[in-house]
Structures are given as C-alpha cells and as structure tokens.
C-alpha cells in the first residue's frame, strides 16, 4: 500500500514513519519500516533513516523480516552508506544474515559485493 499522496507529503510521512516504527504492533512496526524503505532511500535518503530501523528489535519474525529486507534495499540502493551497518553489526544475528541473504539474491548488487558480505556472515 502506498498512495500516491504519500510522495506529496513526505515531510508529513516521515513524522507518522517515526510514530508507527515506535509502534508496539507488530504490523504497524512493519509497516513503517516498508514505508521507509519504498519512500526514502533513493533522493530523500539520509543517513538517520537506517538508524531508525537497526535501533528496533524485536522477536516478532514479521518485524525483523522487514528490517532484513529493509537493509538488503537499502545496501542495492545506499551501499557505502549502508555497509558501516552490516560491518559494524547493528543488527542481532538473525536480522544481519538475513539481510545478508536478501543482498546475495539480488541482481542489484555486484558479485564483488556479494562475495564481501558473504565474509561478513555471523557464524554461530
């Protein structure tokens, strides 16, 4: 779901991305962490975005499948930006390997770069 006003109003957005991410629902959380990623990583990135989104944990399965594919988005669109998260390990485990996983499915990110994240797995 993304109407077109959303893309009019971003400012507007951003304020109830902030309150639905804080959300203590499981779908709302989800929800504007996709909002997020569809509205801003392209022109309207900034760096403050993915902080949002690594600082949520969650145990929902739904929330942190969001936060994975959030950051497998973002390192298509934001790599340099992105990758300081990945390196770093914001994310628990489980989200960080995910988010890994998407990355390598993706056609979006070169086989130089998937051979990197791949070093960069946590083994349990």
């Known amino acids: 779901m993304s109407p077109k006003i959303f893309k009019k109003h971003k400012d507007v957005l951003l304020t109830h991305i902030k309150e639905w991410i804080d959300s203590q629902k499981t779908y709302t959380v989800r929800f504007g962490v996709g909002m997020l990623m569809e509205h801003f990583l ?11 989104v690594a600082k949520l944990r969650s145990e929902e399965y739904y929330v942190n499948m969001m936060i994975a594919w959030y950051f497998a988005t973002a390192l298509a669109k934001q790599y340099e930006s992105i990758l300081p998260f990945i390196e770093e390990k914001w ?28 070093s960069l797995k946590v083994v349990r």
């Open 42 to 52: 392209d022109d309207d990135f900034d760096p403050l975005y993915p902080e949002l």
């Open 91 to 118: 994310l628990d485990d489980w989200t960080h390997n995910k988010a890994i996983q998407k990355s390598l499915e993706s056609r979006r990110i070169t086989e130089e770069q998937k051979l990197y994240l791949k």
